[in-house]
């Protein structure tokens, strides 16, 4: 099959699923596959996952599948059922073997649309929509970012720390295709000198990045090691990397704390961090015009846990 491929095509691998291919089916992800009237493009109503994969094994799967099904239950899409996707990324890793070899390590992205407006792919509601995952090597550059300090920007949502619960249509918690937003405003960091994003809400809480999670490390009164992070009900993501951190951490003697959390907090902790999937866990060593305390140790600490890949409780669930 490679050698009907565009040769730039050779480093991502794609797969889509519809009722006929439910296990998936592969295709040249430069070749045009998607509808013009896709809502997906359209209007950003879709989902998605990023999922970090090590030597053909994708970490915390199982958290990334169960997130996918709440954020397409949030924005009321029906998707394929979680055998689809394992199966279609597995079949992703089988097309890279044929091929040559299994990167080390890869980023796979599952993506879930609505599908085109009044022509349902398949009157099975399950697969209705559009439906695919694109596997791509993680590259030299961004190992290299792995683990480095980041200087971070404070920037305000726009919205107070009750909203997820006032206005469910507003989507938060859902990881939904529209993040022209969380783009923007990383562009707006990179103009402004800095390289990543803090969300606050107007009322003074803080959130989470563009595409990450905070944690923060503090000492208890007894001195044992704290890891807190932003709490679920302001809208944010429940990520899997934090949920997976404190899965190994408390077993390893850590505190685990959830909070209503304000940048005060994030300036008087020991060290904060953002975490996902791909990057891992980045220090940041700047927060606007405070200089922060970095630790590779810990940091390399925290990025081993995650080796463990072990199961992800959100107090959501
Ligand atoms: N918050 C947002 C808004 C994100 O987009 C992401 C991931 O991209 C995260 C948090 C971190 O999630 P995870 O650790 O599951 O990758």
Same mark, same amino acid.
Do not use: C
């Given at each position: 099959?490679?050698?009907?491929?565009?040769?730039?095509?050779?480093?991502?691998?794609?797969?889509?699923?519809?009722?006929?291919?439910?296990?998936?089916?592969?295709?040249?992800?430069?070749?045009?596959?998607?509808?013009?009237?896709?809502?997906?493009?359209?209007?950003?109503?879709?989902?998605?996952?990023?999922?970090? /994969?090590?030597?053909?094994?994708?970490?915390?799967?199982?958290a990334h599948?169960e997130r996918?099904?709440r954020s397409?239950d949030i924005?009321?899409?029906?998707?394929?059922?979680?055998?689809?996707?394992?199966?279609?990324?597995?079949?992703?890793?089988?097309?890279?073997?044929?091929?040559?070899?299994?990167?080390?390590?890869?980023?796979?992205?599952?993506?879930?649309?609505?599908?085109?407006?009044?022509?349902?792919?398949?009157?099975?509601?399950?697969? /209705?929509?559009?439906?695919?995952?694109?596997?791509?090597?993680?590259?030299?550059?961004?190992?290299?970012?792995?683990?480095?300090?980041?200087?971070?920007?404070?920037?305000?949502r726009?919205y107070d720390s009750t909203a997820a619960e006032r206005a469910p249509?507003l989507l938060l918690g859902a990881k939904s295709?529209?993040?022209?937003?969380?783009?923007?405003?990383?562009?707006?960091?990179?103009?402004?000198?800095?390289?990543?994003?803090i969300y606050t809400t107007?009322?003074?809480q803080v959130l989470e990045g563009?595409?990450s999670t905070v944690l923060i490390?503090?000492?208890?009164?007894?001195?044992?090691?704290?890891l807190t992070t932003p709490v679920l009900e302001t809208g944010i993501l429940p990520g899997t990397t934090q949920g997976a951190i404190f899965t190994?951490?408390?077993?390893?003697?850590?505190?685990l704390g959830y909070g209503p959390l304000?940048?005060?907090?994030?300036?008087?902790?020991?060290?904060?961090?953002?975490a996902s999937?791909?990057?891992?866990?980045?220090?940041?060593?700047?927060?606007?015009?405070?200089?922060?305390?970095?630790?590779?140790?810990?940091?390399?600490?925290?990025?081993?846990?995650?080796?463990?890949?072990?199961?992800v409780n959100h107090p959501l669930d």
């Open positions: 099959m490679a050698e009907h491929f565009h040769e730039d095509s050779v480093a991502a691998v794609a797969v889509r699923i519809d009722v006929e291919h439910p296990d998936g089916l592969i295709f040249d992800p430069h070749q045009p596959q998607l509808r013009v009237t896709d809502l997906g493009a359209v209007r950003g109503d879709g989902v998605f996952e990023t999922m970090y /994969a090590v030597e053909g094994r994708v970490r915390k799967i199982e599948l996918l099904a397409a924005l009321d899409i029906s998707i394929p059922p979680a055998q689809s996707w394992r199966a279609a990324v597995e079949l992703g890793f089988e097309e890279y073997r044929t091929r040559g070899a299994l990167p080390d390590e890869l980023t796979i992205k599952l993506v879930a649309t609505r599908g085109v407006e009044g022509e349902p792919a398949s009157d099975d509601p399950a697969f /209705a929509g559009t439906y695919w995952a694109l596997l791509s090597p993680v590259t030299e550059a961004m190992r290299a970012t792995r683990g480095q300090p980041v200087g971070v920007t404070l920037l305000d726009g249509w295709l529209s993040y022209a937003v969380n783009m923007a405003s990383l562009r707006w960091a990179r103009q402004h000198g800095f390289d990543d994003v107007s009322d003074g563009p595409t490390v503090t000492r208890g009164a007894n001195g044992a090691r704290r190994a951490a408390e077993k390893a003697g850590w505190e304000t940048p005060q907090d994030l300036l008087d902790a020991d060290h904060l961090f953002l999937s791909v990057r891992l866990v980045s220090p940041v060593a700047r927060l606007d015009d405070a200089e922060l305390a970095v630790d590779d140790e810990l940091t390399a600490e925290l990025i081993d846990l995650l080796a463990e890949d072990l199961p």
